[in-house]
């Protein structure tokens, strides 16, 4: 995510300023034609500090960094995890805001094959959530443009309350989505391994069928699956889906889903 919002920001009107301590980070934004600076004198010269840095080392580095930096300036998180876990340093003279795109979407016009093959962003259109968790309100514009910058070319900006963003992901994203996701692949797995039906025709049986149920549920298509199949589905959902899953949605929930992305 780094590389990618660095040379968003490199090739915008921004005046950039990189950061980076690995050898492989180094190389890959040389060759990016990104020059890496040195040392601590940026510091007091940062309108915005974009912290594009794994959740688990975010409080560490805000930490050392947030109390040296001059008052009003904008700290721009990726992702609400770790603010939401409170690891960010208590400082009222300092805007934090949080920026996170949605990825391309299955549902989409995209003509270009390189835009249709993009499920990340960046060459695709997608569209972005942001939070001003904290700061003046003239500062929702400046962090949700240079996010737009980010993460262009943009569909649409949604503007959430941070612990809203912190529900999305990791609640909806990553507690809700990610382990159906999973289990579907090991279901793919199961029908391969167990009873001996081709991998891919599993996977093309399933993914087939994910098209047309995703566009049915979702509204792109009209929602006409059987009686029997409705009913089937209501049955299975005491098979394979627990009662209180919507307690992954919960914000106590999500506050300790947070605290175990920042924490471990």
């Known amino acids: 995510m780094g590389a990618r919002v660095t040379k968003k920001i490199h090739d915008s009107d921004h005046e950039l300023v990189a950061i980076e301590i690995s050898d492989e980070g180094r190389e890959r934004l040389t060759a990016a034609g990104i020059g890496v600076t040195e040392g601590t004198d940026w510091i007091p010269r940062a309108d915005v500090v974009v912290l594009a840095l794994p959740d688990s080392v975010i409080g560490q580095v805000a930490g050392d960094l947030v109390p040296r930096l001059n008052p009003g300036t904008i700290v721009l998180i990726l992702d609400a995890a770790a603010p939401y876990a409170g690891v960010l340093p208590d400082r009222a003279d300092i805007t934090y805001f949080i920026g996170h795109p949605c990825h391309p979407p299955i549902f989409n016009d995209e003509s270009d094959w390189d835009a249709r093959r993009d499920y990340h962003g960046g060459v695709a259109n997608q569209a972005i959530v942001c939070a001003l968790m904290q700061g003046p309100e003239e500062h929702y514009d400046i962090g949700r443009e240079i996010c737009e910058v980010m993460w262009s070319p943009i569909i649409r900006t949604h503007r959430v309350t941070t612990e809203q963003l912190a529900i999305l992901e990791p609640g909806l994203s990553e507690m809700v989505a990610m382990p159906f996701i999973d289990t579907m692949v090991e279901a793919v797995d199961e029908c391969e391994k ?70 471990g």
């Open 194 to 263: 167990t009873y001996g039906i081709d991998r891919q025709a599993a996977f093309d049986f399933l993914i087939g069928h994910l098209n047309v149920e995703l566009a049915m549920w979702f509204g792109f298509s009209p929602k006409v699956p059987s009686d029997a199949a409705l009913r089937l589905m209501e049955f299975a959902k005491t098979v394979v889906v627990r009662d209180d899953w919507r307690r992954a949605l919960d914000p106590k929930v999500v506050k300790q889903a947070s605290e175990l992305i920042v924490r």
